[in-house]
DNA sequence: CCATAATATGACCAGGCGGTCACATTAGGA
DNA sequence: TCCTAATGTGACCGCCTGGTCATATTATGG
């Protein structure tokens, strides 16, 4: 689950950090700009100023490149969650999607071209391993909420006639799509996600949760 | 708003209905899987068994060709949209916002390779015109839920503490997604809604726009 | 200093692309 | 029947792709 999908040939680690840094930024820009297939190893070369020949002694194949990236990805993802949710677990389910989504935000504003390559993957056929990508992604949310969602069900802080995957999808679902919005301009309803000041984002944020929060609690607790 | 993309050149018209049918057809096959710029017109013509000359006698370019590929798109929505509202005109802004999700679904049944289509287009870059043309879909949605969130704003069915637009992205962003999980089930959180028999989809349909009636409903109305 | 191993290079390959065009085939009216 | 206009054809063009490899350059350590 944890394991790497490919490992760079042993010359790449051989390369001075900053120099692996720039090749796989190289790569990430260029995926992310033109997905998997579309991608050229002739323009991440043309980008680095080094040879195609060079970038073979570091990389397998085309493949062996776009996995060793799509790794970064998965840990850049995973460190910006430990960050995020650092210190305090919440033990609410709500504050704890609100928590989700600000950490989506911040990976956005930290890393959007690894989150412009995600996209492609999503919707891309011909991706190498792509469920096991989209998975491995996906999983990251679902294993989080799950375990929240069957708590608060069980607390009675969830409406009993859905049942709690169903819970998790819709939440799930919710944040997934207002990511898309905040990174896809034209999905944002109008709303000019991208473009907003934290302070109104935060807003934004607040009401679309307040809304799952009252949609999704049982009809005997009060609003708040 | 409603004229069309582009025309095809006089021969594709003069071509009796159904080699025309047949053509777009293909193109929408090419283009559903590959998206636009990957799709190749050797690959058309070869499903088709016509030569890449005669295709260039129908349409000036690629880029001719897939507009019209996404004028029938786009009517293909039109009628859809048209005949699952037929008759009735819901007062109740969540039984239309039903509605609509039940014509998203019969037309992914109806015309899978078209919605693929759609997906390709929102997230590739360097599609001939993509703001227009995604801009031309959403509007069927947002310009339908606009009014009604406007009328039962007034009405005072939809809480005061969110403004309209924010209460149509809403709407419209957890219908979208629900379809995308629909349509690509690795987005469905393990529902298996694709599979899922008519009866089923519509109970998990009902309880979605149960959850969005209770977030989005005044606090002070009783729940259904 | 030199031998050897590691690394860098870019010309080159086969194959695919969108697009063109000279030519072959067919259709229609006189 | 025959002339003309419309339609169909596929070899060909320049360009780009992922990938290879013989060769040049650099590092290393004895």
Redesign the pocket.
């Known amino acids: 689950m944890d394991t790497l999908l490919a490992q760079p040939k042993?010359?790449f680690a051989?390369?001075p950090p900053e120099k692996r840094e720039s090749i796989v930024r190289a790569a990430v820009a260029e995926f992310a700009e033109q997905g998997y297939q579309r991608?050229?190893?002739?323009?991440i070369v043309r980008r680095l100023g080094?040879?195609?020949?060079?970038l073979?002694?570091?990389f397998?194949?085309?493949?062996a490149l776009f996995l060793h990236v799509f790794d970064h990805f998965t840990q850049q993802v995973k460190r910006q969650v430990r960050e995020s949710m650092a210190g305090n677990s919440p033990n609410d389910f709500f504050v704890a999607a609100r928590q989700v989504l600000l950490a989506g935000i911040a990976f956005i504003d930290n890393h959007p071209e690894y989150f412009q390559v995600y996209l492609k993957v999503l919707f891309e056929r011909d991706v190498p391993r792509r469920e096991e990508l989209v998975a491995r992604v996906r999983l990251f949310s679902l294993e989080y909420f799950g375990p929240l969602a069957d708590l608060a069900m069980g607390q009675g802080l969830l409406r009993n006639d859905i049942p709690v995957p169903k819970v998790v999808f819709i939440l799930d679902a919710m944040l997934d799509r207002f990511l898309q919005g905040y990174a896809q301009p034209y999905l944002d309803g109008g709303l000019a996600l991208a473009g907003m000041s934290a302070a109104r984002l935060h807003e934004e944020i607040d009401s679309m949760v307040a809304v799952l929060r009252t949609g999704l609690q049982p009809s005997d607790i009060g609003d708040k």
Do not use: F, P, R, V
């Open positions: 042993q010359t051989n390369l991608a050229s190893l002739n323009s080094i040879s195609k020949g060079s073979y002694q570091y397998d194949n085309k493949e």
